[in-house]
């Protein structure tokens, strides 16, 4: 999700930011970052949480695996807290306010501003997890969503993505996207979407923040990629996906954007032409029938998706 504004609804907080000091110093040399390894051969696993730090449902999910002293079957498993200082921030009081400290650790994914002299927080921090993001095979990356919405996988646009994504068949609804005007996520660096590479990354969008059954979906989802991968006993996932494409990002170009109506994400709009939307005066209305709603920001900031747009495929 985007920033939200000021005079957003209040949201209930019912999570507890987990006390991740314990796995702080990890075994990388990324602070946050903790590799287990195994006698068998297979992929380099990696599940990050907190890429935005008041996300911290995806915090508590890898916080209950390193308690239980997980140890993968086969292969290479990271476990790493990405954006540290933002969720050390985190107030459930002002739950919105520590998604990121200077910008959004979740847009810095491009090489050329990876390489540039640029600094910030979030961009210091994206430098400092690359050489460790550039031994991965497989990511999921934990996120949830600050506005009402069906849980959802993101695959990016690479086949390997959708494959990943498809296969895990927890959430069952598949979105192949492109990503945010604003800057590319992890997701769509390079190392997994530049051609010719093998290595596949996928987003899981596991429910409202702070709700109870987004970590259970995310536990769901986290337990499915290593049944997949043979990192942990117990059957592979037997998916039924509903896959679906976007076909249009509609990215906020006044601070009026509205739409008609308080859209939930998940909702199929089922005709044509049909108005949802005021970006000042310009009208947004669906580009074709049977049009899925992905992850409505109800008040986006100017210059953030405020949704995109999508066909079952």
């Known amino acids: 999700?985007?920033?939200?504004?000021?005079?957003?609804?209040?949201?209930?907080?019912?999570?507890?930011?987990?006390?991740?000091?314990?796995?702080l110093p990890g075994n990388t040399g990324v602070r946050g970052f903790t590799t287990f390894g195994s006698a068998q051969p297979g992929p380099h696993i990696a599940l990050i949480a907190v890429l935005h730090g008041n996300e911290i449902a995806g915090a508590v999910v890898l916080d209950r695996l390193m308690r239980?002293?997980?140890?993968?079957?086969?292969?290479?498993?990271?476990?790493?807290?990405?954006?540290?200082?933002?969720?050390?921030?985190?107030?459930?009081?002002?739950?919105?306010?520590?998604?990121?400290?200077?910008?959004?650790?979740?847009?810095?994914?491009?090489?050329?501003?990876?390489?540039?002299?640029?600094?910030?927080?979030?961009?210091?921090?994206?430098?400092?997890?690359?050489?460790?993001?550039?031994?991965?095979?497989?990511?999921?990356?934990?996120?949830?969503?600050?506005?009402?919405?069906?849980?959802?996988?993101?695959?990016?646009?690479?086949?390997?993505?959708?494959?990943?994504?498809?296969?895990?068949?927890?959430?069952?609804?598949?979105?192949?996207?492109?990503?945010?005007?604003?800057?590319p996520r992890l997701i769509d660096y390079p190392h997994f979407t530049a051609p010719g590479r093998t290595a596949a990354a996928c987003l899981v969008e596991a429910g409202q923040h702070w709700q109870p059954s987004t970590v259970d979906t995310s536990a769901a989802c986290v337990s499915a990629l290593l049944r997949l991968h043979g990192c942990v006993d117990g059957p592979a996932p037997v998916p039924s996906p509903r896959c679906a494409e976007v076909t249009m990002t509609v990215t906020a170009a006044t601070a009026s954007f509205a739409f008609v109506q308080p859209y939930r994400g998940g909702e199929v709009i089922p005709h044509r032409n049909t108005l949802i939307a005021m970006d000042g005066a310009a009208e947004i209305r669906t580009p074709h029938d049977d049009c899925l709603l992905v992850m409505p920001s109800l008040r986006p900031s100017r210059g953030h998706t405020a949704v995109r747009l999508a066909r079952f495929v």
Do not use: C, K, Y
């Open 68 to 183: 239980r002293g997980l140890h993968p079957a086969r292969g290479t498993l990271t476990l790493g807290f990405a954006n540290l200082a933002a969720f050390a921030r985190f107030d459930p009081a002002q739950p919105t306010a520590s998604r990121f400290l200077d910008e959004d650790l979740n847009r810095l994914w491009d090489p050329a501003v990876l390489d540039g002299p640029r600094r910030s927080a979030e961009l210091d921090r994206a430098r400092e997890m690359r050489p460790l993001i550039d031994t991965v095979d497989v990511l999921l990356d934990l996120h949830s969503m600050l506005w009402p919405s069906e849980p959802l996988i993101l695959s990016g646009p690479t086949p390997q993505g959708r494959r990943l994504a498809a296969a895990l068949g927890v959430p069952e609804l598949v979105v192949a996207d492109s990503g945010h005007a604003t800057g």
């Open 1 to 23: 999700m985007e920033p939200a504004p000021h005079g957003i609804p209040h949201f209930a907080v019912e999570l507890a930011a987990p006390d991740i000091s314990w796995w």
